[in-house]
Structures are given as C-alpha cells and as structure tokens.
C-alpha cells in the first residue's frame, strides 16, 4: 500500500480537482473532510495504481477490506462516486467504476427515525431558555419545513423574505430552493430577527448568531438539539430509546406531509432531493393506511365454499 507521504505526489492532480470540485459543489465542511478521508484512504489501496485505469473490481475490494456495516459502506461508496464524478468534469477520467457498484439494500430498505407531530409539539415546548425564540425558530425549520442542519446555519438575513413569506435555502448541488413558510414560523424569525446580535463582524450576514456575536455552527445547533431531545425524553420516558438529532425532525416534516396526503412530488421538493426515490423512504407512513384498507375488504366466504 502507498505511504501517506507518497499519496500527494502520486495523485496530487486528482486530490486537488476533488478539493476544487467539492467546494464548488457546495458541500459542507463535515461532508468535505468526511469525503476526503474516505478517498484518501481509496487511494492508498489503489497502490500507485492511475485514477483513469481504476476498475469496478478496484472500488468492491476497497469497500470488502473495511468490512463497515450498511451505512459506513455506502457513505464510502457515495464518497468514492463523489470522486470519480469530479475527475469526469476535470477530465481526468472518462468512466467512474464506483457506479458500477450498487449500494447496500439494507440501508435503502431502513425506515427512517421520525416524531408524530403531536410528539413534535411536545418537543418544541420544552424549549425554554434566554434564547427561546431564537431555537424554537431553528427547530421550526427543521421540523416543518424540512431544512437540514447546515441548511440552518448557513441561512442568512437576505433569504428570509418576509413580505412572500418565504425562505431561499442553498442546499445540496449548489441549489436554491425556495420555501413558502407556515405564518407561526415566519413571527417566530421576525421576532428572532428583531432580537438578533449584532455580529461581531460587520460583513457577516447570518440570520442566527452566538452570544459570541458569530455565526451559529452546526455544532452549536447539534448542542442545543441534544440537550433539548435529552430534556424532552425525561418526560416522555417511552421515547428514551429513540436515537433522536436535528435530522430527525427533518424526516419528521416529511413524514408528517405525506401522513396528510400531500403528493410525494411536492414533498421532494421541499426536502430538496434530487430523486424521487431519495423521498420514497417516507413512503412506509402508508404502512397503517393499507392495512386499514385490507381490513374493509369484505370476502364472501359462504359464496366461495
């Protein structure tokens, strides 16, 4: 395998069109190193190899040496495709072997973790604190309009249009997406915005702040979910072990919407998927529906025997 001081040298041109690729594409930090490492890590096992000659072969004996479960293994190949895309439209490579491999059925097939909405009303009640609204305004947009949590972060004052009542959230793929807001969420950032503290910097531009006068981070966020989800769980000791996180209240939202009949088509919008398939995942909601309909079917028995 290829020493980490021979990994730059060899494949320098492609780690730094990855680098430039990625940055491009909008990725979050997180997601930028996370990918990075899982290709670098690819690298070394492609042992001097050239990018342009890598196989299929290449990519399955890479993901069969970490021997992760489902979800590491995919987001491995995700990064991995990530990769080979950005080597494409650098034109350093024609083909990318990891579309080759297909993704794990397990992971594809899991139901996601999600809050009724009554359960998400609880939720938001225990929000309490110096900096109440300011939350309950983050958790909104999570829980009812489906943001992820860097989606949050990164939402500055001039995407909040309060005269459309409406949001512009830059999500995945360098895409805007523009989100009609429930009237609630839109007094509770008036109120936010009207509270906000002046940033430290006068070009910063986000809409939530820190006491530290910066820009709210992810992990700020994280923080404050967790302690939130760990005081909420306290009184509802029958959700203590649901892996509950700030993605949770985004499957929630979707959740919710397709519970209420709202078209799948729609909901892929509003969660900003790039496929369908991505938002068939909530699909499982209609689990219940069906078996209330099975259960109208009327078979007569007595006309069959």
Not at 13 to 19: C, G, P, S, V
Not at 158 to 164: E, I, L, S, T
Not at 241 to 270: P, Q, W, Y
Request: aromatic share 10%; with cysteine.
């Amino acid at each position: 395998m290829i020493r980490d001081y021979d990994l730059e040298e060899t494949y320098s041109e492609a780690i730094r069109a990855f680098t430039i690729w990625m940055k491009q594409s909008g990725y979050t930090e997180a997601t930028k190193r996370e990918y990075m490492r899982e290709v670098r890590t690819f690298l070394q096992s492609m042992d001097g190899t050239p990018v342009e000659m890598a196989t299929k072969m290449d990519v399955l004996s890479f993901l069969f040496a970490k021997s992760s479960g489902d979800r590491a293994r995919n987001r491995s190949l995700a990064a991995i495709r990530s990769f080979f895309t950005a080597l494409i439209d650098f034109e350093l490579a024609t083909r990318n072997p990891a579309m080759e491999v297909k993704k794990s059925k397990t992971e594809k097939n899991k139901k996601p973790i999600y809050l009724e909405e009554h359960e998400l009303i609880q939720f938001l009640k225990h929000i309490d604190g110096r900096y109440r609204n300011r939350n309950i305004a983050i958790f909104l947009l999570m829980g009812y309009c489906g943001l992820r949590v860097g989606e949050v972060h990164r939402l500055n004052l001039k995407d909040f249009n309060r005269n459309k009542g409406t949001i512009e959230i830059y999500g995945k793929g360098r895409k805007w997406n523009e989100i009609p807001l429930p009237d609630v969420l839109i007094d509770y950032l008036n109120k936010v915005e009207h509270a906000r503290i002046t940033p430290y910097s006068n070009k910063e531009d986000a809409f939530f702040v820190s006491q530290k006068g910066r820009r709210l981070s992810i992990r700020q966020i994280q923080k404050i979910a967790a302690e939130t989800f760990e005081e909420f769980k306290k009184h509802n000791p029958g959700l203590s072990d649901m892996k509950l996180s700030c993605h949770k209240l985004r499957h929630s939202f979707a959740t919710m919407l397709l519970k209420k009949g709202v078209d799948i088509r729609v909901v892929k919008e509003l969660m900003g998927h790039s496929s369908i398939e991505t938002t068939m995942i909530y699909t499982h909601v209609n689990d219940e529906q069906k078996k209330h309909a099975m259960d109208a079917v009327n078979i007569p028995i007595h006309a069959i025997i």
